[in-house]
């Protein structure tokens, strides 16, 4: 089992910056993937960023040069600095790990960026 509790969301202007957090406990040795997703009001969950091991990234498109996904072993965390944020941003940002094939998410930060 793993649990994954995020932090770091809030109101911020467009063209602002904020850090989420995403801190994992239980059998977190075995987690090979985390990721964060996000979902806007009215719209599917998507991906947003991902780390394989512990170097390996992918971004979604909408958020390339703009997002970097991090993780610190140390602290059983990962996180999503965004930059330049835009208004269609919006939305509730989820935490996610995949360990031995089950996935597992955090109940959500609310990130609203205001135009």
């Known amino acids: 089992q793993v649990q994954l509790v995020e932090s770091g969301g809030g109101l911020v202007q467009a063209g602002g910056s904020l850090r989420l957090s995403c801190a994992a406990a239980?059998?977190?040795?075995?987690?090979?993937?985390m990721a964060w997703y996000r979902q806007a009001p009215g719209k599917q969950r998507e991906s947003v960023a991902a780390i394989i091991g512990d170097f390996s990234t992918n971004y979604a498109d909408s958020v390339k040069g703009r997002f970097t996904i991090s993780r610190d072993n140390r602290k059983n965390t990962v996180y999503l600095q965004m930059n330049s944020l835009k208004s269609e941003d919006t939305a509730v940002y989820y935490c996610n790990a995949i360990s031995r094939g089950v996935y597992y998410w955090g109940k959500g930060t609310l990130v609203t960026v205001s135009s």
């Open positions: 239980g059998s977190v040795s075995a987690i090979n993937v």
